[in-house]
């Protein structure tokens, strides 16, 4: 299977063998033509199956293929990620795949001085890249502008939820319009992710490319029926 019949453009098809990719990964197979058409996602991969490039193509895609905005740009599709490395690495992947393309994309993150993201903001985005915290201080400065998102991604979910992000997160969702496409991305699907994905998500499709909290094919597991007091000597056995 090639990247074109999965209905991407001949602009992505091209950055995309560019990297060097002669076909997609399963996620990208189930997520790209689903993405593509509008609908939402609930989508159980880790990292290392491709997931980025999954989300990433068809959101540069649908996003290009809209119509101009004349003046500045607002934001129309918002991926939130967990941690600063992983927007730094996501948002070097929208660059890379929308190489070809006519969109800015810009990445904020906290840590790092505040003003010189405000200038670039200003500047007008169409794909923003951004880790909870840092965002939410843009907006409550009235730096940012979220009315217009079309696409919201929440990448890792269940790792922002580890680190205390949910409110973040909820506080996030009332600046976005309701009528938007959404996409979660989350290695595991506790019980809080599922109710996060059933307030997010309109009629969304799963998909599914490892078994749910798999442990790494190197790691061997073993289960021993023993006395709670006994736990601790036979571990060090
Ligand atoms: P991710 O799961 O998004 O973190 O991606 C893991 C790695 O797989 C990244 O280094 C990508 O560059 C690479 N990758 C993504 N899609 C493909 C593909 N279709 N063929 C080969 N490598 C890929």
Excluded: C, W
Aim: glycine share 8%.
């Amino acid at each position: 299977m090639s990247f074109d019949s999965l209905g991407l453009s001949a602009e992505l098809v091209r950055a995309v063998s560019d990297k060097g990719y002669s076909e997609p990964t399963p996620v990208q197979r189930q997520a790209i033509p689903v993405i593509l058409e509008g609908r939402d996602i609930l989508a159980g991969a880790q990292t290392g199956t491709g997931k980025t490039a999954g989300f990433t193509l068809p959101m540069l895609q649908r996003l290009s293929a809209g119509k101009p905005v004349n003046g500045r740009r607002p934001v129309r599709a918002l991926v939130l990620t967990p941690t600063r490395e992983l927007a730094a690495q996501v948002g070097e992947s929208v660059e890379v795949y929308g190489r070809h393309l006519q969109l800015s994309s810009s990445v904020i993150f906290g840590g790092v001085k505040i003003n010189p993201q405000i200038q670039r903001l200003r500047r007008g985005v169409d794909i923003l890249v951004a880790t909870p915290g840092r965002l939410l201080d843009h907006a409550s400065q009235g730096t940012l502008d979220l009315s217009r998102v079309e696409i919201l991604v929440l990448d890792e979910a269940d790792r922002m939820l580890d680190m205390g992000f949910l409110p973040d997160i909820r506080r996030i969702l009332t600046d976005v319009p309701r009528k938007r496409q959404s996409l979660l991305f989350s290695a595991t699907m506790p019980a809080p992710i599922r109710t996060l994905a059933n307030d997010i998500l309109r009629d969304p499709v799963s998909v599914q490319v490892a078994r749910v909290s798999s442990p790494a094919e190197t790691v061997m597991q073993r289960v021993y029926h023993v006395e709670h007091s006994q736990k601790a000597n036979l571990l060090v056995h």
